[in-house]
T-cell receptor, first 114, second 113 residues
Framework: GAVVSQHPSRVICKSGTSVKIECRSLDFQATTMFWYRQFPKQSLMLMATSNEGSKATYEQGVEKDKFLINHASLTLSTLTVTSAHPEDSSFYIC??????????FGPGTRLLVL | ELKVEQNPLFLSMQEGKNYTIYCNYSTTSDRLYWYRQDPGKSLESLFVLLSNGAVKQEGRLMASLDTKARLSTLHITAAVHDLSATYFCAVDMRPAGNTPLVFGKGTRLSVIA
């Protein structure tokens, strides 16, 4: 099956710093990628939809200036958490969608902001 | 707005017993997914159900879809401890489009001896 990778798998940073998370589709072109956030013992919450070559669409309540998304190619999307705070600590999961609709999930990135 | 409801949210069951997890959704869709998530891990795809009446089985898990009732079930047969995990259903409103999956809240399953 198709593979989606994320890097890093886990990151610890100081409050106020920025963190970049990469999401790559390894063996297919993904016109659309999605970024989810999952807090402990909760379901996945969609943060934004990222289309290659265009601006991301953010869900209500997600600050676009804080969570910067770049989808520069058909195989790479990045999420940058700017000026991270402890409340941004979470599990971030990306997914990539093939042209025919099947969606594949990355392994997730665990962010801890101290 | 599509809503997806799972029940139960928590399930503690004895090894060897059978149980069913239910997933209801609010608008028309013909593609439904079941995922498993272990603690600290991402989602593992279990089943993709593509049409009304679809039934798929893998080991002790069997999933079905009734699009008219807007209901999917995940049936667990003779549970074993290794099945302990959180199970999510997710609905795809527009498989041919660029819309995200809408997830249920998940069912946390604990299988005890």
């Amino acid at each position: 099956g198709a593979v989606v990778s994320q890097h890093p798998s886990r990151v610890i940073c100081k409050s106020g710093t920025s963190v970049k998370i990469e999401c790559r589709s390894l063996d297919f072109q993904a016109t659309t990628m999605f970024w989810y956030r999952q807090f402990p013992k909760q379901s996945l919450m969609l943060m934004a939809t990222s289309n290659e070559g265009s601006k991301a669409t953010y869900e209500q309540g997600v600050e676009k200036d804080k969570f910067l998304i770049n989808h520069a190619s058909l195989t790479l999307s990045t999420l940058t958490v700017t000026s991270a705070h402890p409340e941004d600590s979470s599990f971030y999961i990306c997914s990539a969608r093939q042209a025919k609709g099947t969606q594949y999930f990355g392994p997730g990135t665990r962010l801890l902001v101290l | 707005e599509l809503k997806v409801e799972q029940n139960p949210l928590f399930l503690s069951m004895q090894e060897g017993k059978n149980y069913t997890i239910y997933c209801n959704y609010s608008t028309t869709s013909d593609r439904l997914y079941w995922y498993r998530q272990d603690p600290g891990k991402s989602l593992e795809s279990l089943f993709v159900l593509l049409s009304n009446g679809a039934v798929k089985q893998e080991g002790r898990l069997m999933a079905s879809l009734d699009t008219k009732a807007r209901l999917s079930t995940l049936h667990i047969t003779a549970a074993v401890h290794d099945l302990s995990a959180t199970y999510f259903c997710a609905v795809d409103m527009r498989p041919a489009g660029n819309t995200p999956l809408v997830f249920g809240k998940g069912t946390r399953l604990s299988v005890i001896a």
